[in-house]
């Protein structure tokens, strides 16, 4: 099940995402070192896991054990779809604590952004798929 959704996923950005955001890659050369230097899949390996990485995306699985906490990093822009949802504090750089429920099935598109990090506040494991631009 979990290859056939990976699948569908990637035919979606593929035949849908790809098209809409040529042009808005990132084009700071600031902005593409904080992503190289602070890449979720690079700052918490035990969290984002990289099951596909093509030229100009990475596909990744992030998995929240409850109560487990990733470390501050940068995403450039991604689409994310919810496996298991549950309940996120998300801290900003400078300190802002902001919570956010994932509900299971639900698929979100986020601009590059923020440092952030992520803690599972809830009793269940969360967990996501996540499709970013490098």
């Known amino acids: 099940m979990k290859r056939i959704l ?3 996923t990637i ?3 593929k035949a849908c995402v790809v098209p809409v955001t040529i042009g808005n890659t ?3 050369t600031a902005s593409q070192k904080i992503r190289k230097e602070n890449s979720p899949e690079l700052i918490s390996p035990e969290i984002y896991k990289v099951v596909g990485d093509y030229e100009d995306y990475l596909v990744m699985i992030a998995t929240f054990n409850p109560g487990q906490s990733d470390k501050m990093h940068y995403h450039g822009s991604l689409i994310y779809y919810v496996m298991n949802g549950g309940t996120v504090e998300v801290t ?6 902001n919570q956010a429920s994932l509900e ?3 698929m979100n598109k986020q601009e590059a952004g923020t440092e952030h990090m ?3 506040i809830s009793d269940k494991i969360i ?3 996540v499709i970013e631009e490098k």
């Open 92 to 97: 900003l750089k400078d300190g802002t604590i």
């Open 26 to 28: 990132i084009e700071s």
């Open 127 to 129: 967990k996501v798929l």
């Open 104 to 106: 299971t099935g639900s």
């Open 11 to 13: 035919i979606f950005l």
């Open 118 to 120: 992520v803690k599972n």
């Open 6 to 8: 990976i699948f569908l």
